[in-house]
């Protein structure tokens, strides 16, 4: 145990400091003695300590500190843009995919002519056209928008429209970038052999095409950067695609020059045959059994393990400069935890050696605790502690719009049990702080067509049911609640324009330029507005308040700001009345606190306060109780500057 001595204090709080020789990371909490009262401080607040020493470790919300561990500055509480490149924008028709230029998984490739047609239930081979050009012509409106930090989806030269089976972890697709050289004959009508496909061939394996598109992603990091936008790249590095010429199941690299050894596939005695995990005839290990998405066998090569970490390396290098990686089903890769951790701490070595101020950001759908103690991941995409539990409070809905529990909606200790990346031990403070809260993205259905409270998918329901019976109040409501919880808020592109969807592939719809939603529109640019200007927002602590079933209540603060958020998520209007003294106010009992009113949305729609300069609402806090009516699915966001 050790003392801590008063260091500075003033009419309201003391602080208090302490120094230590730590040689690994370590779990802590705080212990006060008053009274004769033992009481501990742990990170979700006071306990009695004899309580706490009859309970497990890893059942206690301690903090924890790991020497040396440290998340990029930048990547604190920073508002997130996810682009699925192929529906958000076409800037450059020329690099299209075109219809039957070669075929992928089975699906022959359809250009799609239409922006605003749907997908289809198999949407495999469909292409609409979306490119790199597109995001750079794009830059000024996300700017605008308030958008801090852009997630592309993968970009790297792979034969599918959302490109998780990558053929070329080296460069960029020049279907995303730029055709400076173009030729060849389309795969003939009925055949099935990509051998065949000389336009494809030609576009892909074209050094003048490659180059260029790794060009073109340069220049748009650079136009980013210099708006002070930020861009993380998404790695698959799981598993890659049949395509790709260490595995060529198509033979496409068979005749190319560049390629001179033989894939696994085509030649047992192929130096990558140890990339993989072979069978009997050929068979070979697949993610979840897709053999478009053949398993990396890292165990099996280091050089594999070398020439994924050269790829890694190259794209956070100049003259790219990525802002760091988003890693794919990252606890899946490799054959066992033990080699997994091993990798990602050199992943992290050999990222944070070229970029010290990259981010890793990994995705994960179950505990990450073991991977964020300090020398792998960053942080993760809040699948378990934000998407899902916000999901099932403010719709009954399961991410994928599979399931509707009514039981869950309003529960708002389910929420506050759920809503923490926390599980078996303690986590640094900095995961949680840039951990990436979405409403929707590539892999779930939208936000929006959750809040009808109807289960399905497209290919049960179709299309148009993904609009019917949807709630603009309560998509409101996780507006806001996304914009003032601790991590980074992560818009999926049309989410703010009105896009609805149901799980892949409808969720990626493209985006509808010239016909956005004013009203999501609205709420999202007032509510990042707002988050951009608090420093409460952006890196306060949180607090939960009283509450009741059906409303949520929480502070966030720091010394100079705090933010008061209450949601009501009930079918009638709500009086709530409650002491607020422990949200953080520097308030003496018997003062009354004024606070004024920056949001606040209902059912016919939102009212912000004026910008600054001019006075908005106000309300008081006599003796620091505030007494408001909150109406039905509304949403208030209170502000006391102190």
Same mark, same amino acid.
């Given at each position: ?8 204090g ?8 302490? $120094?230590?020789?730590? =040689? ?9 003695i008053?009274g004769?009262?033992? #009481?501990?401080?742990? &990170? ?23 020497? *040396? ?15 699925? %490149?192929?529906?958000? /924008? ?5 690099n ?20 605003? $047609? ?44 959302? =490109?998780y ?7 960029v ?59 993380i ?80 390396? =190259? ?8 802002d *760091?990686?988003? !890693? ?30 990259? !981010? ?7 505990? $990450? ?10 942080? %993760? ?26 039981? =869950? ?11 923490? @990346? ?25 936000? @929006?067509? /959750? ?11 179709? $299309? ?11 998509? &409101? ?16 592109? +049309?989410?703010e324009?009105?896009? +609805? ?14 016909r ?20 409460? #927002? ?76 001019? &006075?908005?609402?106000r309300?008081?806090a ?10 039905? /699915?509304s949403?208030?966001?209170?502000? &006391?500057r102190?």
């Amino acid at each position: 145990m050790r003392r801590l001595r008063a260091a500075v204090g003033d009419d309201f709080f003391d602080w208090y400091e302490g $120094s230590l020789e730590a =040689k690994g990371p370590f779990a802590y909490c705080f212990e006060a003695i008053s009274g004769g009262r033992r #009481l501990w401080y742990l &990170r979700t607040g006071i306990a009695d300590a004899p309580d706490c020493q009859e309970r497990e470790a890893e059942d206690l919300d301690l903090w924890l500190i790991v020497p *040396g561990f440290y998340v990029p500055d930048w990547a604190r509480g920073a508002v997130m843009y996810q682009i699925f %490149v192929d529906r958000f /924008r076409n800037g450059d028709p020329s690099n299209d995919t075109l219809t039957g230029e070669y075929v992928c998984d089975g699906h022959r490739s359809v250009r799609v002519t239409d922006w605003n $047609s749907l997908p289809e239930p198999d949407d495999v081979g469909r292409h609409y056209g979306g490119d790199l050009q597109g995001v750079l012509d794009s830059l000024d409106y996300l700017e605008k928008l308030g958008i801090e930090v852009i997630y592309l989806n993968p970009i790297f030269l792979a034969p599918s429209n959302h =490109k998780y089976d990558t053929q070329d972890y080296m460069h960029v697709d020049p279907h995303f970038g730029v055709i400076a050289e173009d030729g060849g004959d389309l795969l003939p009508e009925a055949c099935s052999d990509n051998r065949q496909a000389g336009r494809y061939l030609t576009r892909v394996r074209s050094r003048k095409n490659l180059e260029a598109s790794d060009a073109l992603l340069a220049r748009l990091i650079r136009e980013a950067h210099r708006r002070g936008i930020r861009v993380i790249l998404d790695g698959v590095f799981n598993h890659c695609g049949a395509f790709h010429p260490w595995m060529d199941r198509e033979g496409i690299y068979a005749d190319d020059p560049d390629h001179a050894a033989p894939g696994a596939y085509q030649d047992p005695d192929s130096p990558y045959r140890d990339y993989f995990c072979f069978g009997e005839d050929d068979g070979y290990e697949a993610w979840w059994d897709f053999s478009s998405l053949p398993k990396l066998h890292y165990e099996g090569s280091e050089q594999l393990v070398t020439e994924i970490l050269q790829a890694v390396v =190259k794209w956070v290098s100049p003259p790219y400069r990525a802002d *760091g990686w988003r !890693l794919d089903v990252a606890a899946d890769l490799g054959h066992s935890r033990e080699f997994n951790h091993a990798f990602w701490r050199r992943f992290r070595e050999t990222v944070r050696g070229a970029a010290p101020g990259a !981010l890793i950001v990994a995705e994960n759908y179950a505990e $990450s605790e073991q991977w964020l103690r300090g020398g792998e991941w960053d942080t %993760v995409m809040n699948y378990e502690a934000f998407m899902e539990p916000m999901g099932w409070f403010l719709t009954g809905m399961e991410k994928h719009n599979d399931a509707f529990c009514p039981e =869950k909606v309003g529960d708002t200790d389910l929420f506050w049990d759920a809503m923490d @990346l926390r599980g078996r031990g303690p986590v640094t403070t900095q995961p949680r702080m840039t951990a990436m809260n979405q409403l929707s993205n590539h892999d779930h259905a939208r936000f @929006l067509t /959750r809040t009808s409270g109807r289960p399905g998918r497209l290919a049960e329901l179709g $299309s148009k049911a993904a609009s019917e019976g949807v709630d603009p109040a309560v998509f &409101r409501q996780a507006v806001v609640l996304q914009m003032t919880w601790p991590g980074a808020p992560a818009l999926y592109y +049309g989410d703010e324009a009105g896009v +609805g969807g149901f799980t892949d592939p409808d969720c990626r719809r493209t985006y509808p330029w010239g016909r956005e939603d004013r009203r999501c529109m609205r709420i999202y640019k007032e509510a990042i507005r707002l988050r951009r200007e608090s420093q409460a #927002l952006r890196e306060g602590a949180l607090i939960r308040l009283k509450d009741m079933p059906g409303v949520l209540a929480y502070a966030r603060f720091v010394k100079e700001e705090v933010i008061i958020v209450l949601l009501n998520r009930r079918e009638e209007p709500v009086l709530y009345r409650a002491d607020i003294l422990d949200a953080g106010l520097r308030l003496r009992r018997g003062e009354t606190a004024e606070l004024e009113v920056l949001l606040r949305t209902g059912g016919h729609g939102i009212w912000s306060a004026p910008r600054q300069g001019s &006075r908005g609402q106000r309300l008081e806090a006599p003796e620091g109780v505030l007494t408001l009516l909150l109406p039905r /699915r509304s949403a208030f966001v209170l502000r &006391r500057r102190q």
